[in-house]
């Protein structure tokens, strides 16, 4: 598989193993864990001992992935000659959308903000997590569509940035 983050290409090979373990290759890289499903829809890696719960929503051929308090998007590329379907807004049109449904935590950055790639905009709790928001490219906050204690849900746009 091949999946984009951060503007950066990876080749990833994932590999069930006799025990139910999984292998992953990421490049040079290899990583062996266990996932255990819960009720609820997220995964518990465990990572040499270490637990973190995951969750992963799809859209198209994104995959976001929260993890340890932040979110993750993966993009699966797409193959030449196919044509993507909308999937509403992206960062890639400037604006942040919700990944799950939360509620604003904290708002790091105000309209008319300077902010780079990878700056934290807003703070999101989502089933005992807190997700950053981060701004996905430099630019200046055009507008804040949310305030702190707003409930949102999945796919709903919470800042524009251009």
Do not use: C, W
Not at 54 to 76: P, Q, W
Not at 81 to 91: E, L, N
């Amino acid at each position: 598989m091949i999946y984009t983050h951060g503007g950066e290409t990876y080749t990833v090979e994932l590999e069930r193993l006799p025990d139910d373990s999984y292998r992953a290759v990421i490049g040079e890289q290899v990583i062996t864990f266990r996932a255990e499903t819960q009720p609820n829809g997220s995964v518990i890696l465990v990572l040499g001992g270490e637990r973190m719960t995951t969750h992963v929503e799809s859209a198209g051929n994104d995959r976001y992935v929260a993890l340890g308090g932040d979110v993750f998007t993966l993009s699966i590329p797409e193959k030449r000659g196919s044509r993507r379907r909308g999937t509403g807004a992206s960062a890639g049109d400037g604006s942040l959308i919700a990944q799950m449904p939360g509620q604003v935590r904290e708002i790091m950055a105000a309209e008319g903000d300077r902010v780079e790639r990878g700056q934290p905009i807003l703070l999101l709790e989502a089933m005992k997590m807190e997700i950053r928001v981060n701004a996905a490219a430099d630019g200046t906050v055009k507008r804040l569509l949310v305030k702190q204690g707003d409930v949102v849900e999945r796919g709903q746009v919470l800042a524009e940035i251009e």
